[in-house]
Structure formats: C-alpha cells, structure tokens
C-alpha cells in the first residue's frame, strides 16, 4: 500500500510533529514499506477470535479513591524548562494562545 | 581481574574479604574510563558510586551477616537510561529528554540498591528502546566488544547495546535491561552475555520510560545464568504503583537453577518447525541441533512442534508496538520536563519540539503508530492486530500441551557491522524475528551463549518458558550453559 504526501502531513499534524518536504518524500516511503509488510495480516480470517488487550490474564487492581500522592508544586515544576517568571505561581509557561 | 568476575564470585570475595566493594567500584570505573571507544555509558557516576562502596564496606564492617543477606552487597551495576533514577539524568536517550533530572527512583532500581548494589552510571540504549542496533541513540553508536574477522565495527545489537556491552566489555558486572520485542535477548545474543526477559508482569514498570506498556519488561544482562537468577530474585515482585505488575510469590531463583542437578529427566524441550527460516546461516543451524543434542544427553525428550502463526509475529507487533508508542510519546511536549523548541503558537511549539526532538525511527513508528490508531483504519490495523495476537499467543499455549520448554536460535544471524542495515527499516526489524512472539504472548525467555560463528563471533541459543516459570527457565538454561561450555572473552582493543 502506498502513502501519498497528503496523508503523511495528516498523520503529522495529528502526531504535532512538524515535517518538511524532505521528510514527507522520506516518510510516504518508508511508511509505505511498513504499511506493505504489515498487509501479511490480512491473509488471516479473524471473524471468529477475540482481540487480546494485555499480554497476561490478570484482573484490574482496585485501591480506595483517596490522594496518596502530591503537594510538591517545585518539585513537579523542578524539570520545567519555562516557568512564570514570578516565583510565587506554580504554573508551567507556555507560547500565548489567546490574542 | 576483578570486572571480570560474576556477581556469584564478586559477592563471595566480598564475604571472604579478599577484596572489598570499594577496591570492586574503582576497578569498574578504570575499566569504563578506558573504554570511551565502546561509548556504552552515557553517564558515569563516579562520585556517587565510591561513596556507596565506602557504605556498603562500612555495613559489612558493621555487621557481616546482615550483609551476607542482601544479595548485592557491594556490588557495581550498569542501569539502562530507559530506567529512571533520582538525581541522575535519564533520558531514554532521546534529545527530546534532554535535562530530564527525575527526583523519583523506578522500582527496578529502587530494589537493586535496597539491596545492597552500587550504581557506577548510565547506559546508552536505542532511542526509546526503538531499535535493534543501539545505532538510533541520541548519544551515538554503541561498539561492540567483539569485532569481526578484519577488525571491523560491529553493532553490540539493540536497544539494550549498551548494557550488554558494558557486561562483554568487563566495564560493569551486570546491568538492568528492558525487552519489548527483543531488547534484552538480541544484543545479549551479540555479546556472548546472558539475557533474561521475565514474564510479563513479573517485575514493575513503575520509573521506566515507557515504549509499548502491553510488551515492555524490566530484565538483565549478566555474565551467566546463575547471576541472571541473583538479579531477577532482586528485581522480580508486586508493586502496587504498576497495575499490571502481579501477585505471584517470588521464589528463591538461585537456588531453584541447582534443583535439576544436571538432569533434565521428564523434561519435554519442543523443536517449533517455523523458526527453520530461510537464509539461516548454517553456524548457526548447527549450533540450534548441537543444542538439542545437549538437552537430550541430560536426559530431556526432544519433541518437534508447530507454532503456525509466526509468521504474522511481526507485522503484528509492527502495529501493536507503534500505535502504543505514540500514545505513550504523546506526554513529550516541551512544556512540562525536556526540550522544548520555540515556535509561534502552542502547537507550532509542540510540532518543532517533537520534530528535533525525536529522531527519524522514533518519528516512523509515532506516525505509523498515529496511522494505524486514526480514523478509518482502526479496525483493519489495530483490532486487527489485536485478535491475530491472540492467535500467536494460542499457538503457544497449543504447544505447551506438547512440551515444558521451547529452543530457537534468539537472532536470525551474528552481530553485524555498524551502519550495515541502516537504510532499510524492514530489515532491522527481521532481526527480532525469534523474539517478537515471546513478546506477545508475555512469556519468559532467557538467551544464552553458546556457540560461535566461522568468525569467532558469539552465537546464542533461546529457552521459552511457561509464565511466571522463571525458575524452571534458569535451571534448564544452567544446563545448556554449562553444556556448551563458552568461555572466550572478547580482546579489549579498546584500551589502545
């Protein structure tokens, strides 16, 4: 199955990841090969088999609803690689989205 | 010499005395700064590593016994970057991770210091676990310790290259791994090192970066068997922070490797006919007869079987491992931890924070993983890959009818040189073609050395256990380790 260039900038745009006409040529290829050696699947008849979600049959663990964790804003922020530049706002700092 | 040694030998000369852990961390810290040429640490921490020798001597000096009892005492490991570590930079070797100081400690790791370990660094991996060469690291190449026939470089395979280089290199006893569809049991297979993926859920994924979260587990790289069985008993257990990681007790592995007292007496070892793959170099065809020859002669019954969908392995893992994969890369934006590229708006932020932050593998499988996960194709890709899963996984349980244990070559050929299958994706992915349904079907499996190719380069041979049968792995695989009898180190022309 082939890729065409519109596809690839879909699929980029939902992945957020910016892609220049080089690499849109570099990746219709390449996701070309994959989506050709993927295509083996479609030999089988699977009308009748379960899809299987987890590697191991185990059942959900369940803990009480209650807050174990948290209360260390500078800690969370320590990796932040922009904070607001007043100390006091424990808030990550983003591009303005609103004009 | 010291880093040489097993953690088996190195713990019993810390008992005896002969050496202590201090003089143990500062032999693996010479041999790692004189191994640069391999570039299998990324980060080394000296410092912090003499200072735990110093402790761990001082609590042996303070009571011997309750040191004897933690099975690492003063012993120096290797951590693969994908595991996060308090303080010490953890990246998963991505650009996009860069800076990343975690302030929490993974479970993995958590254990083996609790135990007694010493960490001596870092150690480079494939991009997000992303590769079967260790050649899509943000850091570089990971060299081999062994080099082909004319001296050439050759890949220590991936993702956990570095790991199982520093392990065949003599830098670090031992070190953490992980495996999502190969990455424990390929470049352990290329180092002549021993390889242990446990079953899915044996251990926690809690600090681990994730990749494909229904695949991924937390293993070793180690010189033997036995030192495989130490480090499991370490790392194995319920945590209650990974929702999948399980309840079941955690036997004494090391102890259960010496219950087969050489003898494999009732033991069925299943032959699959699919892994008899074209082009099989014929070293390595021999090499998996030889190995049945040798399980037999300890009293094992070779039975053939027919795992008929392994062929589908692949392109099953191919949509299940991407499309998880970009789920779990989602979280990389630039806002919270790690790179972030400046732009106009938000998303122009998060679009060229994703762009040079990932490199050209880890976009593949994102875009592939968006691809197959997106509007109009769920069904035929995802669902579909999902149900052929399932039959992957029946085709084991089918054989398990037949046989207690499965033996399969654990890489399709030896280590190749550095940049040999760099521009082609499918045919890298051909090398996880033994692994990949052990992955799916979230069994355990152990790659052990055992031979080696016309070129004098290592070759192993795979043992596929039942789940959660970890113990009976490691004692049929001691008896194949010990058949085989491989012993040759690599020539450590890298301290020229």
């Not at chain 2, 859920?201 to 979260?213: E, L, N, P, Q, Y």
């Not at chain 2, 790179?339 to 932050?357: F, H, N, P, Q």
């Not at chain 2, 695989?477 to 020539?491: D, H, N, S």
Request: negative net charge; proline residues 5%.
């Amino acid at each position: 199955m082939s890729i065409d260039d519109m596809t690839v900038r879909h699929i980029a745009r939902l992945a957020r990841i910016q892609v220049d006409d080089v690499a849109v040529s570099a990746l219709a290829h390449d996701m070309s090969r994959i989506l050709d050696f993927i295509a083996e699947l479609n030999a089988l008849d699977t009308r009748d088999v379960l899809p299987m979600t987890g590697a191991i049959d185990i059942e959900l663990a369940m803990r009480e609803d209650v807050v174990t964790d948290g209360g260390y804003p500078d800690v969370i922020l320590g990796n932040a690689p922009m904070r607001l530049p007043s100390r006091d706002d424990d808030y990550f700092a983003v591009p303005k989205v609103i004009e | 010499m010291l880093t040489s040694l097993t953690i088996a030998e190195a713990r019993d000369g810390l008992i005896s005395k002969q050496f202590s852990a201090g003089e143990l961390t500062a032999a693996c810290l010479a041999e790692i700064e004189a191994a640069s040429a391999l570039n299998a640490f990324i980060v080394t921490t000296a410092d912090t590593a003499r200072a735990a020798a110093v402790s761990s001597d001082e609590r042996r000096g303070r009571d011997a016994g309750a040191a004897a009892a933690r099975a690492l005492e003063g012993i120096p490991l290797g951590v693969k970057d994908l595991f996060c570590t308090k303080g010490v930079s953890s990246t998963a070797c991505s650009h996009i991770l860069d800076g990343f100081v975690p302030d929490y400690e993974s479970h993995v790791t958590e254990r083996l210091w609790a135990n007694g370990a010493i960490m001596l660094g870092k150690l480079n991996m494939d991009e997000f676990a992303m590769g079967s060469s260790n050649e899509t690291s943000y850091h570089g190449v990971v060299r081999n310790p062994w080099r082909g026939a004319d001296g050439v470089d050759l890949v220590p395979g991936g993702s956990s290259g570095g790991s199982a280089a520093a392990v065949a290199g003599g830098l670090v006893l031992a070190a953490t791994a992980s495996d999502t569809g190969g990455s424990i049991r390929q470049p352990a297979s290329f180092t002549g090192t021993v390889g242990l993926k446990p079953t899915y859920g044996r251990c926690s994924r809690w600090g681990m970066i994730a990749f494909a979260s229904s695949l991924d587990q937390a293993g070793v790289i180690t010189r033997d068997v036995r030192d495989a069985a130490i480090m499991l008993g370490v790392i194995a257990g319920h945590d209650p922070r990974d929702s999948t990681s399980t309840t079941h007790a955690v036997p004494d592995y090391e102890a259960a490797i010496d219950d087969f007292a050489g003898s494999l007496k009732g033991i069925r070892i299943g032959i699959p006919r699919e892994y008899r793959v074209d082009n099989m170099p014929t070293d390595l065809e021999a090499l998996w007869e030889q190995g049945a020859v040798w399980l037999r002669a300890a009293g094992a019954e070779i039975v053939d079987i027919s795992l008929p969908h392994t062929r589908y392995a692949l392109p099953t893992y191919y949509i299940i491992a991407p499309a998880e994969a970009s789920s779990n890369l989602a979280r990389y934006d630039g806002v919270r931890y790690g790179l972030r590229a400046s732009g106009g708006d938000l998303i122009d932020a998060y679009e060229r924070t994703r762009s040079e932050g990932f490199g050209d593998e880890v976009h593949r499988r994102v875009m592939i993983g968006t691809y197959v996960l997106s509007a109009g194709y769920y069904d035929a890709y995802y669902l579909k890959a999902l149900k052929v899963r399932r039959l992957i996984a029946q085709d084991f349980e089918d054989a398990y009818q037949r046989c207690d244990f499965i033996l399969t070559p654990t890489t399709p050929s030896a280590a190749f040189p550095l940049g040999a299958q760099g521009d082609d994706p499918i045919a890298m992915y051909l090398n996880d073609i033994f692994t990949v349904p052990v992955n799916l079907a979230g069994l355990p499996a152990i790659s052990v050395p055992t031979g080696y190719d016309h070129n004098g380069l290592p070759l192993a041979l795979q043992l596929i256990g039942t789940a959660f049968d970890e113990a009976r792995l490691l004692g049929v695989a001691q008896i194949l380790e010990i058949a085989a009898g491989v012993c040759a180190r690599p020539t450590p022309w890298w301290k020229n």
